[in-house]
């Protein structure tokens, strides 16, 4: 086994570049089913005093009923290597259509919950769902910024805010 688990505190992840480059992997499920997806967009950070990681997905993505049933999910940074691999794999390829673990030659791991993670990674944070909401379109304040992102490209993103309640390190 690659990782092992370490006190998040003692992270120091490079929050405004790590998930624009290495990107990192949304995973949700349990011992018997889960998919994963890459993700470019998370938050890190403290909310109602506790420390918590926010996550964004379309309605249509496959990994959006995996995070509506269970109380967990999982955000995986893989090394740099695995760009134009894993990350473009599960990024671009739905698990409705490939198992991707297995197309990836993924190491499935689980944390609290029987949250999914992957062995491979750099660091992984596991966490526990404590607030979802739509995000509204009518809240929109720099049209220029945000609208590009919608309209034919998918649906407006759910928002998963959740309590980091482990994290795995090398
Ligand atoms: C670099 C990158 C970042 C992405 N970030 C997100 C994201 O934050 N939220 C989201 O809903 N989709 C994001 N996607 C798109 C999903 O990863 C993609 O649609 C994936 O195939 C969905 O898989 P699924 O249908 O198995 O869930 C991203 C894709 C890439 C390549």
């Known amino acids: 086994m690659n990782l092992h688990p370490v006190d998040f505190k003692t992270l120091t992840p490079e929050i405004f570049q790590v998930f624009g480059t290495q990107n990192a992997l949304l995973t ?3 011992r018997t089913d889960c998919n994963t997806m890459t993700i470019g967009w998370c938050q890190l950070g403290r909310l109602w005093s506790i420390p ?3 996550v ?3 309605p249509e993505r496959y990994t959006y009923q995996f995070m509506e049933s269970q109380d967990y999910f999982t955000v995986s940074v893989l090394p740099l290597s695995h760009k134009q691999t894993t990350m473009q794999i599960c990024g671009t390829k739905s698990g409705r259509d490939i ?3 297995k197309e990836c030659g993924l190491t499935l791991r689980y944390g609290a919950g029987d949250a999914p993670f992957f062995d491979e990674a750099e660091w992984v944070l596991v966490c526990k769902k404590i607030f979802v909401q739509d995000m509204d379109p009518t809240c929109v304040l720099d049209q220029e910024t945000i ?3 919608y309209g034919k490209k998918g649906g407006w993103h759910r928002i998963y805010t ?3 309640v ?3 390190t090398k």
Do not use: F, I, P, Q
Request: proline share 0%; aromatic share 10%; with cysteine.
């Open 52 to 54: 918590v990681c926010t």
């Open 28 to 30: 949700a499920g349990d």
């Open 147 to 149: 609208l590009s992102h």
């Open 99 to 101: 198992d991707k673990v």
């Open 166 to 168: 482990e994290a795995y």
């Open 162 to 164: 959740g309590k980091v």
């Open 56 to 58: 964004y997905v379309r």
